[in-house]
């Protein structure tokens, strides 16, 4: 079956820290895979996404993310995070079928800063 | 060039109520996919139109339909409205040609079912 999983409900980290954020799919054919952020009330912004090449993308805000097909992995990173960064987070994988094309999400990863 | 529209923001129904809850997808996009996001969950589909027909559906119950226009824009439509229906509805759409497979989410419309 097709599923995206984020293992880190909540993650809290220091201003300034690294973050990484864990995703991990399941899907049968090569996945197009993506990251989203959620702020409270709002609707979702791309941050990256990965087709093919290159298994490092970079996104907007500074945030890059790695395709590992061995792991089945497509972890976000960021070096140093700002407060402004405090959001819920959405790993999700383009899933096609019968003429059906959709965006299976995980369930997301709510990141706080510590200033 | 503008984004992926939806309206109305936010509105408040009672239960057993319908709603309609509308879509403008982005210029030269002609397939058009809701997703309903509960809260403190991911979004799921719910259905895709491409060409004013119905061509794909989640795990969702018949009360749940939809509508595609000739100018590609989308209506979902709940009836019965239950408390479970409270969530925020995400309209996505993509493009004609390219083979990406992105898509392109509007704000959503929060609704609450009371």
């Known amino acids: 079956a097709q599923s995206v999983t984020q293992p880190d409900i909540h993650i809290t980290v220091s201003e300034g820290a690294s973050l990484e954020l864990r995703c991990n799919y399941s899907?049968?054919?090569?996945?197009?895979l993506f990251w989203y952020v959620q702020s409270p009330g709002q609707g979702l912004q791309l941050l990256l996404k990965?087709?093919?090449?290159?298994?490092l993308v970079q996104g907007i805000k500074g945030f890059e993310a790695e395709f590992k097909r061995s792991q089945s992995s497509f972890n976000l990173r960021k070096p140093s995070v700002h407060w402004s960064d405090a959001a819920e987070y959405f790993c999700?994988?383009?899933?096609?079928?019968?003429?059906?094309?959709?965006?299976?999400f995980g369930t997301g990863t709510r990141l706080k800063v510590l200033a | 060039e503008t984004g992926v529209t939806q309206s109305p923001t936010h509105l408040i129904k009672t239960r057993g109520q319908q709603v309609t809850l509308r879509c403008s997808s982005q210029?030269?996009?002609?397939?058009v996919s809701w997703y309903q996001q509960a809260l403190g969950q991911g979004p799921q589909f719910i259905f895709q139109?491409?060409?004013?027909?119905?061509?794909g559906r989640g795990n969702f119950p018949p009360r749940f339909s939809g509508l595609q226009f000739p100018n590609y824009s989308s209506e979902l439509n709940v009836n019965a409205l239950e408390l479970d229906d409270s969530a925020l509805y995400l309209c996505?759409?993509?493009?004609?040609?390219?083979?990406?497979?992105?898509?392109?989410f509007g704000p959503g419309t929060r609704l609450t079912v009371t």
């Open positions: 996505a759409s993509r493009p004609q040609t390219g083979d990406t497979y992105e898509q392109y």
């Open positions: 899907y049968g054919a090569t996945p197009y």
């Open positions: 990965y087709f093919s090449g290159d298994t």
């Open positions: 999700a994988v383009g899933a096609k079928g019968s003429g059906t094309y959709k965006y299976i």
């Open positions: 210029s030269g996009h002609n397939t």
């Open positions: 139109y491409y060409r004013e027909e119905e061509n």
